[in-house]
């Protein structure tokens, strides 16, 4: 049995990425808008935040303001440990 894709990637350092996106439509500039937009992403690179903002900027029409990151990871060091033992039930 292998492992899923989600699972390998958290070992590989890939986190929860939060990022919360304020935004500025051209037809309505005095008006600040605001997206949130989550994925698995690695720190302090984040190539998945900067695949989607330059995706963003290529094809939306919308200004990007600002955004804003909050980043946890998913397995950290003491989150896995070895068993010391196994029991079998029937």
Same mark, same amino acid.
């Given at each position: 049995?292998?492992? !899923? $894709? !989600?699972?390998?990637?958290?070992? +590989?350092?890939?986190?929860?990425?939060? +990022? $919360? #996106?304020?935004?500025?439509?051209? =037809?309505? @500039? +005095?008006?600040?808008?605001?997206?949130?937009?989550?994925?698995? =992403?690695? &720190? @302090?690179?984040? @190539?998945? %935040?900067?695949?989607?903002? +330059?995706?963003?900027?290529? $094809?939306?029409? &919308? %200004? #990007?303001?600002?955004?804003?990151? &909050?980043? *946890?990871? %998913?397995?950290? @060091?003491? =989150?896995?440990?070895? &068993? *010391?033992? $196994?029991? %079998? #039930?029937?």
């Amino acid at each position: 049995m292998q492992a !899923s $894709e !989600s699972f390998r990637r958290q070992f +590989a350092g890939y986190g929860i990425l939060t +990022a $919360e #996106i304020l935004y500025r439509m051209p =037809d309505h @500039p +005095a008006l600040l808008q605001s997206f949130v937009w989550q994925t698995e =992403d690695k &720190a @302090p690179q984040f @190539p998945e %935040l900067r695949r989607f903002l +330059a995706y963003w900027e290529r $094809e939306i029409e &919308a %200004l #990007i303001h600002s955004v804003r990151v &909050a980043h *946890k990871d %998913l397995i950290g @060091p003491m =989150d896995v440990r070895y &068993a *010391k033992g $196994e029991f %079998l #039930i029937h």
